[in-house]
């Protein structure tokens, strides 16, 4: 069983705060992992993808990965209103085209 | 931009009936994915296709066969409409030795 847990949230947060979005996988082989953006009603938009360990940032979002814990994160500085979704992750193993996706974190940004 | 079309964003069938979704990507990708998402459960891949008229099976396949006759449209159909159907269904398409899925508007199917 490929799992991949994340907090279901709602996670709400302060416009203008950091929030923080965490995701553990299970399968030690993962190699790729990504956050998703779902907004009501629409299909998941790849926000960010990382590879190795450390942190990658895009913007206001950074991603962190730790192997050896088996954990993602992804970090939402100067959250806006506009960044109110459901985040999903999603890994793959790097031996097929399989993704497995957590459930998603909700997250409102209050103004 | 990779463009990721569904034939319909809402769809309702009775019970017994044979459901035809359609996706079509723009961007000459050669892997397809269909997945279902319900509340609570996240996305589940039903199957995925990785050339034409290829095929596998993803983690919940029963009561679903897809089609990939063209490169560019991957079909997914339920033979016999079940109300443990009623979901949202969302393709996606990624390129060969990428990792990065684009998908598709969604068709939320209500079987009743």
């Known amino acids: 069983q490929k799992e991949v847990e994340q907090n279901s949230g709602p996670l709400s947060v302060p416009e203008g705060a950091i929030a923080s979005l965490n995701c553990t996988y299970s399968?030690?082989?993962?190699?790729?992992f990504f956050w998703y953006r779902q907004y009501s009603g629409k299909s998941p938009e790849l926000i960010m993808s990382?590879?190795?360990?450390g942190d990658k940032e895009d913007g206001r979002f950074t991603a962190q990965l730790n192997k050896a814990s088996q954990y993602v994160s992804l970090l939402i500085r100067d959250s806006q209103p506009s960044d109110s979704a459901t985040y999903l992750c999603?890994?793959?193993?790097?031996?097929?085209?399989?993704?497995?996706f957590g459930t998603g974190t909700s997250l409102t940004v209050i103004p | 931009d990779v463009k990721v079309t569904q034939s319909s964003r809402y769809l309702v069938k009775r019970t017994g009936e044979k459901v035809f979704l359609e996706c079509v990507q723009d961007?000459?990708?050669?892997?397809m994915f269909w997945y279902r998402q319900d509340p609570g459960l996240g996305l589940r891949l039903i199957y995925f296709?990785?050339?034409?008229?290829?095929?596998e099976k993803g983690d919940i396949p029963e009561g679903y066969s897809v089609s990939r006759e063209k490169k560019e449209r991957f079909s997914l159909i339920l033979e016999s409409a079940s109300t443990n159907q009623t979901s949202m269904y969302l393709c996606?398409?990624?390129?060969?030795?990428?990792?990065?899925?684009?998908f598709g508007p969604g068709t939320r199917l209500t079987v009743t």
């Open positions: 296709s990785y050339d034409v008229k290829m095929k």
């Open positions: 399968d030690r082989g993962s190699q790729s």
């Open positions: 990382i590879y190795s360990n």
């Open positions: 961007m000459d990708h050669e892997n």
């Open positions: 999603a890994v793959n193993l790097n031996t097929g085209n399989q993704f497995y």
């Open positions: 996606a398409s990624l390129m060969r030795n990428s990792y990065e899925q684009y």
